[in-house]
């Protein structure tokens, strides 16, 4: 009987679900190879949960026990459309699932959109967890008085609350000496969460939510007729419900200001005499139903740093239609032996179990259609990779990468990540 071999583009939560469903229902009768551009895996766990979120973060371990499984291997620094083209990954291979996420950011839309001082939640992000593609970020809070951070999801809370933190609130975290002394030295004395609809739509899960009422250093002020409505009126009655806990409570004289605003659509970025962003201006809106209204007042509101948490869209590989910040499937299936998981397929929304289920589920819908057919697999493509000089790195040498970062921690921290691919490289090497 021949073997089926698939691959598996992206090693984030939902192509290792994918891995650990096919390992498990073929029961030996597969050979899954998992690519990723970076030379460690995981994907968002790694590089997009918030450092002091280790909880969150501890699905790497669950994640880890699928790709360390004798039927799949890690093919880790090997960027499809670099290394290998997707073309030459589907002649190798029966079926190929693309779980390649949602890494671009999606632009404000909005004039001033790329003044300095005016970022995306990715690039934040990427910037906060030592990202090897991450940009230095630490100038833009170097003279940031004023933060204004857009949108109602809990990536907008991941970014408000690392900017308020304490040091001491960061103790066994992964965030890295550089960030946190930006973080912690920037000048910050407002920051404001602002949210296009009202209040009753906002995304925030209530843990996330709660966390705001209980920084050391950031007094929390959320408008009372805001928390006016009936929880179970609302898109997210458990979230509504938190956010009227935290009104009730009392607000307390602190260094900085917290607060969550809604109802205000961004219209404007505006330039201060240096150039930089000083403010924006938005446009009041009113909730009516389900739709969102403009209505004809405006307000201007001073910020030094803009944070746009307004989502992302995928990368599109070549021969691959997009679909509004996706991959154009249906039901996970792009063409016959092409797939998609995760935030690629269905955009940028939904927890990491939502990716198990639906990874599972695409896994299903493979196993079903795809024959196994006598192709080469990985041989071929170890063999190209060879020839064309790329240095993958397997799952031994990301252990070594592993090994390093939590062996040179500074006390007070899980881990001290390599920021820089090439140091990623050497330890994996063993240097």
């Not at 073997?3 to 597969?30: D, F, T, W």
């Not at 940031?144 to 609350?161: F, W």
């Not at 002394?181 to 939510?209: N, Y």
Request: contains cysteine; negative net charge; charged residues 30%.
């Amino acid at each position: 009987m021949s073997m089926l071999k698939v691959a598996i583009v992206g090693s984030g939560p939902a192509g290792c679900y994918v891995a650990e469903r096919l390992g498990r229902k073929a029961k030996g009768a597969v050979e899954i190879d998992v690519f990723d551009r970076l030379p460690t895996p995981f994907g968002l766990v790694r590089a997009g949960v918030a450092p002091d979120h280790q909880t969150t973060k501890a699905a790497a371990r669950v994640m880890a026990k699928a790709m360390e499984k004798p039927e799949v291997r890690f093919f880790g620094n090997v960027e499809i459309g670099r290394d290998l083209t997707l073309d030459a990954l589907r002649a190798a291979y029966d079926a190929v699932v693309l779980a390649v996420g949602a890494p671009e950011d999606r632009g404000l839309d909005i004039p001033g959109a790329d003044l300095p001082g005016v970022v995306g939640s990715g690039a934040f992000t990427r910037w906060i967890n030592d990202h090897p593609d991450a940009a230095d970020r630490g100038g833009d809070l170097a003279q940031a008085r004023r933060a204004i951070v857009i949108g109602a999801g809990n990536v907008a809370i991941d970014a408000a609350r690392l900017l308020a933190k304490t040091a001491a609130e960061v103790e066994d975290s992964d965030l890295s000496p550089d960030v946190a002394s930006a973080l912690q030295g920037a000048p910050l004395e407002e920051i404001a969460i602002v949210g296009r609809r009202g209040a009753a739509h906002l995304k925030f899960t209530p843990t996330e939510l709660l966390e705001l009422g209980d920084l050391a250093e950031a007094s929390l002020r959320i408008d009372p007729a805001d928390a006016e409505q009936d929880p179970e009126a609302t898109d997210n009655p458990q979230g509504y419900a938190a956010l009227k806990e935290l009104a009730g409570r009392p607000v307390e004289a602190k260094r900085l200001t917290l607060s969550l605003r809604f109802n205000l659509q961004p219209e404007e970025c505006i330039a201060g005499a240096d150039g930089r962003v000083a403010s924006v201006r938005f446009r009041r809106t009113r909730s009516e139903g389900d739709r969102t209204v403009a209505t004809n007042e405006t307000v201007e509101l001073p910020a030094d740093l803009v944070i746009a948490c307004i989502g992302y869209r995928t990368r599109t590989p070549d021969g691959v239609a997009a679909d509004g910040g996706r991959l154009a499937n249906e039901e996970g299936r792009i063409a016959p032996g092409l797939y998609v998981v995760g935030w690629a397929k269905r955009g940028p929304s939904g927890t990491i179990g939502v990716n198990r289920a639906e990874a599972h589920a695409v896994a299903d819908r493979l196993l079903d259609e795809t024959p196994a057919d006598d192709r080469p697999g990985r041989a071929a493509v170890a063999e190209r990779l060879e020839t064309a000089g790329a240095e993958s790195v397997d799952w031994s040498g990301w252990s070594r990468i592993d090994a390093a970062e939590t062996a040179r921690a500074e006390p007070g921290r899980v881990r001290r990540k390599f920021a820089d691919r090439g140091e990623m490289i050497a330890a994996a090497r063993g240097a």
